[in-house]
């Protein structure tokens, strides 16, 4: 005899990328920073430490007051959460019941169908075309499709939907549409004005990836106060604990900082980018910070040999799709490294 649901005990779970605890490694298989945060955040967790008898802000006051003023909005637009996972768990525990169906690209981030299990829902993998855009069939509404998810750029290619084009989504959709910016920052474009355009358009932010903070746990959505008010409900009531809180704000008001940082980042990505397609591999261009290589010969066996040197990338295969290794932008010395392994194994 079970206790679990069937759903539960069908699924696989999540399996995040691998976190070494122990031994040096470099490692670009999580898509963290290289470089450290604003000095702002440790000093404000020394602060917050403080005031740990007492329950955190249920809502985060002083995060949504900074980062309205950063993005443009007033503060009931923003919910925050215990990263971004906690956003798309909440959104998707909010608009999706069992037998009814999510949406999402093929490829694309694996956790959006563990989101789908969990509430004993589908989901609908609509593969990308290969230059990137999506077809037609991503739009197609039906009366169970109650969510559809857009990293953008998405994860693990790092190509990027204009605006103008998710728009366009979002206005043949007949539900909502969580564009997840998880890597937003290291792009181009954002969507964020959008979601003043269309209320079916929700954005989803980390704190994880630009603003280097991994480890803490905190991202964000952006969407009309009306939805933001109803998705309050169904969060934990202290979704985010009060050092978290503090981090996250003098995070979102050091912009100097996140700048400097991106633009690194950046540069970096171009040398990897360049470096693996002078070793055979095939890569989009990325707007995110990592990059999506393919090869002719097995990529596992590369991943294995970086392991075995204790460079940890990610290799990821998708049925029906193809294989990969997603290389994330570590500075120059670790990307150096990572690519004249690679030279070494590939000759
Ligand atoms: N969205 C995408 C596309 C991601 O790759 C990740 C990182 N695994 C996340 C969301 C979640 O990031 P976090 O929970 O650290 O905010």
Known sequence: MSFFRPEIEAMQGYTPGEQPQ??????????????????????????????????????????????????????????????????????????VGP?????????????????????????????????WSLPAAFTEGTDELKLVFLPNPNSPTGTVLSPEEVLAIAERLPCPL???EAYVDFAEQSCIDLVKENEKILVS?????????????????????????????????????????????AAIDDQAWLQANVEKVKASRKRLLQGVRRLGFTAPDSQANFVWCVHEKPVKPLYEQLKASRILVRYMNYPDWGEGLRISVGDDGQIDACLSLLETLLK
């Open 178 to 180: 969580v564009v997840d």
């Open 99 to 131: 037998g009814q169906s999510i949406r999402l690209p093929y490829p694309s981030y694996i956790l959006y169908r563990t989101l789908a299990q969990l509430q004993g829902a589908r989901w609908q993998e609509i593969p990308f075309q290969p230059d």
């Open 22 to 95: 122990a031994g040096k490694f470099i490692k670009l298989n999580t898509n963290e920073n290289p470089y450290p945060p604003s000095p702002a955040v440790p000093l404000a967790i020394q602060t917050a430490a403080q005031t740990l008898v007492r329950y955190p802000d249920p809502v985060g006051t002083a995060f949504r007051q900074r980062a309205a003023e950063v993005l443009g909005v007033e503060p009931d637009w923003i919910l925050c959460g215990n990263g971004s996972d906690d956003i798309l768990t909440i959104v998707t525990r909010a608009f």
């Open 205 to 249: 932010r980390t704190l994880s990836k630009s603003y280097a903070l991994a480890g803490l746990r905190f991202g964000f959505l952006v969407a009309q106060p009306h939805l933001i008010a109803e998705l309050i409900k169904v969060k934990d009531s202290y979704n985010c604990d009060a050092l978290s809180l503090a981090a996250a704000t």
